[in-house]
């Protein structure tokens, strides 16, 4: 498998990988990132989270359509890749600034950079072998592996950097990834000229000045509009689950929906049944992919909010966070905020009071929670610090002491003026997010220190209603200054990568011993398969929401486990197969915007999953995963229904 390809291959192999590792490290920290309130994020509400979630998932699948247009009409493939690899490496060291307006810009720039690089990589791959070369499946193959190599230590990246740093430091790591992806590809730039392309356009090519009149320029229109209809017009009580953004992005599809669903009619007779067959593939592919890109929202939720992650509990997970040991500390689990405990079990070891300090407002605590701090608070603080705790005052820049590192963990940094802004999120209860006044930096960074007969550490700010909800009934305590350790929630995402690598083997030789014994399997029945199975992995985790009491208890990290290896099941029956029709349904002078039908549908499920991390706020769990069920069911029974349309026009082309 391994010999006899170009030289090419495994050079693109590691640019490719440095590339996902960077890429899914977004997909893993992002909700976390902007719904934290305990450790230092952004300290959004989680409807807030779920939606910015789903905008990015929705255009970061959907540049690369235009991205592989401007490769193919513009740049060639080599230059796409180089500034797209750019683009990346620069939003992420945006992102890693922590301002306030870096972080949208940062964003697109991911979205602009991953639209140019992940289409243009891929078609380099093909461009390598020759027409018919028995090795170029087995290329395809290796150069898969290189995506789920980077995106199983996507997060362990992650959960390592935002331990042992902050969270910015996440961003950090994953541009100086990207940054060498794109060294790899200017050292190899000669040896893959050969993988690149003349750009330029043929003659059946539809022209992009259409494709930009016809279909975008259309959907950017009533987008906005949809978007200012909601923003601007409809009661706020009609937008609580239903964003404006979700309005804009959906009605903004319509054009392109229904430029796609007219395409067949307006083909050759030759062409129709072909074109026609392609709607159900696009509707089953968005579907999997809403439930599958629920590993960033809805089940990074779960992981977060629903899962007994601390050391010592039954789970592979939590099993691997408890081995990696630096320093006398587990690199992949931080420390159990008080955040944890809320549906913990009362066995659970609580921190010691002493290592609490229940003097703050809400308003206080959240300053804290998010480290950012105004002189006035912390004036205010000052006047009620008990006699056995201080305010220690930390280096903002150069070298710190190691008591001084362990008290950075827990410290704040001031600034002459906060804002508080409050708000509700779909629940009707009220957010609270901290925002610096006019940019201004900090003037100075605290730690609350308190010393005992036995040791000296810093304490961590709450208002004495949360301390109190911590030791209600016979809980136990850790020592002094000391915090349980809990496997991060990103990590779980790593199992549909690890399924991916192990199970793809396995999968091919199910085909092979189907295609051997000559059983009616075709492709239209695995695309069937693969929307059931992924129904099942919905109801596999409505009956893990039933034994959590609807979230009232954390149940084991085996239901995510169970979860991602169903659906994971469900991806290699479907993914590959509908991705595979796309180009052999359609005329060729028709593959590059039927591709981009498909990046289409896949950005509409990215945008489904995120509206689905709201939704999931609004009810019990239990309700939520057998509504996901249902939904994929009834797409399902749907694609039950034109099977056999799909057969037919799948045997008249060939595919």
Request: charged share 15%.
């Amino acid at each position: 498998m391994f010999t006899g390809h170009p030289q090419g291959l495994f050079r693109l192999f590691f640019i490719e990988m440095w590339e996902r590792l960077a890429f899914y490290t977004m997909v893993g920290v992002l909700l976390l990132y902007a719904t934290d309130t305990e450790s230092g994020g952004l300290g959004w509400s989680k409807a807030a989270g779920n939606e910015i979630y789903g905008l990015y998932l929705a255009f970061v699948y959907f540049t690369p359509y235009l991205g592989g247009l401007i490769a193919d009409r513009f740049l060639g493939y080599r230059k796409s890749v180089l500034i797209g690899g750019v683009l990346f490496a620069s939003g992420f060291f945006l992102l890693a600034t922590g301002q306030k307006w870096s972080f949208p810009v940062g964003l697109v720039l991911l979205c602009c950079g991953n639209g140019l690089f992940k289409p243009n990589i891929s078609a380099m791959v093909g461009n390598l072998y020759q027409k018919g070369d028995p090795k170029r499946d087995a290329g395809f193959n290796i150069f898969y592996m290189g995506i789920n190599v980077g995106a199983f230590f996507a997060n362990f990246l992650v959960a390592y950097m935002r331990n042992a740093f902050w969270w910015e430091m996440v961003f950090v790591a994953a541009g100086i990834g990207m940054l060498l992806s794109v060294l790899i590809l200017g050292a190899s730039w000669r040896v893959l000229e050969r993988a690149d392309r003349v750009p330029g356009t043929n003659p059946e090519d539809t022209p992009f000045r259409e494709i930009m009149l016809r279909i975008l320029a259309p959907a950017f229109a009533v987008g906005v509009a949809g978007w200012a209809l909601a923003a601007y017009v409809l009661p706020a009580g009609m937008t609580k689950l239903v964003k404006p953004t979700d309005f804009g992005f959906l009605l903004g599809a319509v054009p392109i929906l229904m430029f796609f669903a007219n395409l067949s009619k307006k083909a050759a007779d030759s062409e129709k049944p072909g074109l026609a067959a392609l709607m159900p593939i696009y509707l089953a592919g968005g579907t999997f992919f809403m439930v599958l890109h629920l590993n960033g929202s809805a089940m990074t939720t779960w992981a977060n909010d629903n899962t007994a992650r601390h050391l010592g509990s039954p789970d592979p997970v939590v099993a691997i966070a408890d081995a990696f040991v630096v320093n006398g500390k587990p690199v992949f689990a931080g420390e159990a905020f008080p955040g944890y405990y809320g549906n913990a079990e009362v066995s659970v070891p609580r921190p010691n009071q002493a290592t609490l300090l229940p003097i703050a407002s809400k308003e206080q605590a959240r300053m804290f929670g998010q480290k950012r701090m105004d002189e006035p608070s912390l004036a205010d603080l000052r006047g009620k610090l008990p006699a056995d705790v201080r305010i220690e005052v930390l280096p903002l820049s150069g070298e710190l002491t190691a008591q001084q590192k362990a008290w950075k963990r827990f410290s704040v940094d001031i600034y002459p003026q906060i804002r508080i802004v409050e708000d509700t999120d779909s629940h009707g209860l009220p957010v609270v997010s901290v925002e610096v006044v006019g940019g201004a930096a900090a003037t100075q960074r605290v730690a609350f220190v308190r010393k005992t007969e036995a040791a000296e550490f810093a304490t961590y700010l709450l208002t004495q209603e949360s301390f109190d909800k911590l030791y209600v009934g016979n809980v136990t305590q850790l020592p002094p200054g000391e915090y349980l350790r809990t496997a991060n929630a990103e990590l779980y995402q790593s199992w549909n990568a690890l399924f991916v690598i192990l199970m793809t083997p396995l999968v091919m030789l199910f085909f092979g011993w189907i295609v051997a014994r000559k059983l009616d399997f075709s492709t239209a029945k695995k695309i069937l398969a693969g929307m059931v199975i992924t129904a099942l992995s919905a109801l596999f985790m409505a009956l893990a929401g039933f034994l959590s009491n609807n979230g009232e208890v954390k149940v084991s990290g085996f239901w995510l486990m169970g979860f991602y290896g169903i659906v994971t099941m469900g991806e290699l029956c479907l993914s590959p197969m509908a991705l595979s029709l796309v180009t052999k349904l359609s005329p060729k002078r028709f593959v590059g915007l039927t591709m981009g039908g498909w990046f289409f549908a896949t950005a509409v499920g990215n945008k489904f999953s995120g509206f689905l991390g709201v939704l999931q706020g609004a009810m019990p769990p239990a309700l939520f995963f057998l509504v996901i069920a249902g939904a994929v069911t009834l797409v399902a029974l749907y694609i039950r229904w034109v099977l056999p349309r799909l057969d037919r026009a799948i045997k008249q082309y060939g595919a």
